[in-house]
């Protein structure tokens, strides 16, 4: 079945530490991968996308993700987090078929 | 500039009230979605539309319908509201194997 998956469900770090959000995916095809971030009382936003190409992907705000196919992985990374990064972040995959899957969210609290 | 609009922001309503919540895009996508939201909580599908008079329902059983009469509006409808429909409800659009853009949410409070 397709899934996706983030094992960590609440991530803490202080304040210029360095962030790794996982997410693992289950789908037979390369899907199109998204991550979103959710303010509280806020809808999405997106943060970056891969669709093909370079497996390592920009974002707004500093972040970036790999697309790791034999992991089936798309990691975000930051490398110093700020205290307004504290938010929902939302995994997403669109398959071939154009259904889109939501992982579950990892909620990131900053320490100042 | 993406647009898409939900209103009201927030709603706090009785039981047994019948409730429209608004979506609007400018964007022209085929595509619309609702999903429910509990705080903190996944996001749940409820609802879709991949065109003008096309809806179909999502993951997540509701007691909710939707129209799509227009491309640009996708209204979600509760005839009877329940406390157990508490919740925040998002709204978004996209085009075909896309990113979606996603409207502010609606806090819904049923008493």
């Known amino acids: 079945a397709q899934s996706v998956t983030q094992p960590d469900i609440h991530i803490t770090v202080s304040e210029g530490a360095s962030l790794e959000l996982r997410c693992n995916y289950s789908?037979?095809?390369?899907?199109?991968l998204f991550w979103y971030v959710q303010s509280p009382g806020q809808g999405l936003q997106l943060l970056l996308k891969y669709f093909s190409g370079d497996t390592l992907v920009q974002g707004i705000k500093g972040f970036e993700a790999e697309f790791k196919r034999s992991q089936s992985s798309f990691n975000l990374r930051k490398p110093s987090v700020h205290w307004s990064d504290a938010a929902e972040y939302f995994c997403a995959v669109v398959t071939s078929y154009d259904k889109v899957i939501f992982g579950p969210g990892t909620s990131l609290s900053v320490i100042p | 500039e993406a647009d898409i609009y939900q209103t009201p922001r927030y709603l706090v309503i009785g039981t047994g009230k019948k409730i429209t919540l608004e979506c609007s895009q400018t964007?022209?996508?085929?595509?619309m979605y609702w999903y429910q939201q509990d705080p903190g909580m996944e996001l749940h599908l409820i609802h879709y539309?991949?065109?003008?008079?096309?809806?179909e329902k999502g993951d997540l059983s509701s007691e909710s319908t939707v129209s799509r009469i227009r491309t640009e509006h996708f209204p979600l409808t509760l005839e009877s509201a329940r406390p157990s429909h508490t919740s925040q409800y998002l709204c978004?659009?996209?085009?075909?194997?896309?990113?979606?853009?996603f409207g502010p949410g609606t806090r819904l409070t049923v008493t």
């Open positions: 964007m022209g996508h085929d595509k």
């Open positions: 539309s991949y065109g003008v008079n096309s809806t």
């Open positions: 978004a659009s996209s085009e075909s194997r896309s990113e979606q853009y």
């Open positions: 789908y037979g095809a390369t899907p199109y």
